[in-house]
Every structure is written in structure tokens, then in C-alpha cells.
């Protein structure tokens, strides 16, 4: 990885949409996952996860679309470029790496969603491999949309 | 990106308005404006093995990506120094094409850029 120099940087296409990281990614990932594929238009989505309190926008306005009752991703309304991931239960944002300004600073370090993934991509590293499971974010998904209507508004907002 | 390249012709919608994004001088991106979904790439002027008779659908929004297979990378130029592929299919870069770095040197003739 070399020096770092921080804030991390990125942003969409277009550049509409800027934001910052304080703090290096938490982890980084390979994601085969359906959605990743569908809402990213290839194999995967590669994406890390920024320390909640030290990630925020600097630009414009992300629009959402909420994917699952659990998630919600969200991206440029000018431009397309899908820009962040966001569990319901969990304050910290998944980024995709594409949109760094640095993006060759943060290798990858395993793959999940490995069940998705499409027959004929061959990975061509020694990575861990792992099924996705988000049971976790399923279970707080419902337990929002049970306990409190007020908290279920919120999800897609 | 991952694309598979249909004829223009051939292409339809049967449901929704993509929106497009004029990504470079020679290229528009297609998306939906409701999700964000990439949908395809839509070469504006010929490029030499592609053009505007052609688009590119993101394979990842096929109903069925597992029954295409990709025949070449491009743009290696780019490529991240820790993404490996061990496929063995040609590689190129965007500038291997003469046509292509006409086609941008011409639109950004045309645009009043340097």
C-alpha cells in the first residue's frame, strides 16, 4: 500500500458527488453477490468499507434505491455511477473502490458472494473465498419493520 | 466494465426508458434512473470493431450472465496493479486502435478542446 495520505478521496463520474474518509477502509472486498452484478453491470462489485464516523459526503446528494429490506444502495442521478451500500443495521458505509481517486491503494483482500459468482470467471488470485450471509441484516431488518413503523420509514429514505 | 456487444438492430426495450450519460466525447452510458443500474455502453462514432450500430450490455444485468463468455480485456491500460486475470485472452489497450484515438482526438477537435 505504500503511504496513504489522508482524507481518502472519491467520487462519482460526473463529479456531482464527492466524499471523504478520515480513517483507512475497514476491510476490502470482491463481491459476486446477484445485486452486485446487476447493479454494477459485471461480475462482482468491488467494495470497502469506510469507519462510519470517518466517512461523509463533501458534494452533492446521492439518490437511493432501496434493494433489499435490509440494504440500500446509491448512486449518481446524473451520471449512473454506483457510489455506496449501506445496511440497515450497521452505521458504516460500503464504497466501491472504482470511485477512489486512489483506487490502486487498496488491493483486495478476499472474495464473498462466492455462490453468484458466474461459472466462467476464473479468479486469478489465492484469495479467500467466502458465502455471503446476511441473516444478521435480515433479522434487523424485521425486527425494525416489527418494533417501530417510525423505523421502517426510514430504510428507504 | 464487462459487455457483450449486440447489433443496434437486433436490441430492444420492452420495458423502461434508460437514461444516458455522455461519459467521453465518443461514448454515451446507459442507466436506470431508478436504481442505478449500468445498463450498456453506445459508442457515438466508429471506433473500428464497434461504433454506433453497435451496444454493449453490461453482462451482469443479463437474466442469464452465465451463458456468455468475454473474448478480450481492453483498456489495460488502467487496469489495477493488484486485479489478476488468468484466462489467457488477448489483452489490449485503447490506444492499440488507431481508429478509436482518431474518433476522440476528432470529438475533442469538434468540442474546442486541446
Known sequence: ????????????????????????????????????????????GLGLEFPGEAFRYTKGEVTYYQT???????????????????????????VWIGTLDRPEDWPLERHVGIESKVPWHVIGDDLPQRRTDVSKHVEAAKAQDFYSARESSRLGR | MV????????????????????????????????CGSLLFDQFLTPTGNSGPDMIWVQVGTLDHPEAVSIGSHTGIESQLPWVHFDDGLPRTRCDDAPILVAAVAAADQKLGGN
Open chain 1, 1 to 44: 500500500m505504500g503511504d496513504i495520505t489522508l482524507p481518502i478521496t472519491g467520487g462519482c463520474l460526473c463529479g456531482a458527488i464527492r466524499y471523504e474518509s478520515s480513517a483507512p477502509p475497514n476491510w476490502v472486498v470482491c463481491c459476486h453477490c446477484r445485486i452486485c452484478q446487476q447493479a454494477h453491470g459485471g461480475l462482482y
Open chain 1, 68 to 94: 433489499t429490506p435490509w440494504a440500500k444502495r446509491g448512486f449518481c442521478a446524473n451520471c449512473g455511477s454506483s457510489v455506496d451500500m449501506w445496511y440497515v443495521d450497521d452505521p458504516e458505509p460500503i
Open chain 2, 3 to 34: 459487455a457483450v456487444g449486440f447489433s443496434r438492430t437486433a436490441l430492444r426495450f420492452t420495458k423502461g426508458e434508460p437514461k444516458l450519460y455522455r461519459s467521453s466525447p465518443i461514448k454515451d452510458k446507459g442507466f436506470c434512473a431508478n
